[in-house]
């Protein structure tokens, strides 16, 4: 399992609101087409970012867990919804979970292998939230 760490707003916008695209200056590497990932917010905010709303306030944590179901480019504004920029890579997430609690864990750039003990922790969860 891989993870993506995603700047606040964003990533609480997509945990727990209707963000369903991630908007990237880079392609989608086709390996992690179809990926199910881990959905980590950033240690550090988007000071730029006009999101408001519950959840937005969690930093350095697991938030959620998506499936990445597509990648394009787009040089149109919201061509994917509200969320889309223009001029960016957009890639559209499915079956977005958001967990019930947090999970603290340490970020890095790109795609990053969470520690054992992380995918753990959020597996646990999610047997909870589908009983």
């Known amino acids: 399992m891989r993870a993506l760490t995603i700047r606040q707003p964003w990533a609480g916008a997509i945990a727990h609101q209707t963000k369903r695209v991630e908007n990237r200056t880079w392609k989608l590497p086709a390996k992690h087409h179809g990926a199910r990932i881990l959905i980590h917010a950033g240690a550090q905010p988007d000071r730029d970012a006009a999101v408001y709303g519950d959840h937005l306030d969690v930093y350095s944590a697991i938030v959620a867990i998506a499936t990445i179901t597509g990648c394009h ?58 009983s």
């Open 73 to 130: 480019w787009s040089d149109d504004w919201q061509c994917c919804g509200y969320w889309a920029f223009e001029k960016a890579y957009h890639w559209t997430l499915g079956d977005v979970i958001a967990l019930p609690e947090p999970v603290p864990a340490k970020g890095a750039l790109g795609f990053w292998t969470p520690p054992a003990e992380i995918v753990t922790a959020v597996e646990a969860q999610l047997q909870g939230v589908a």
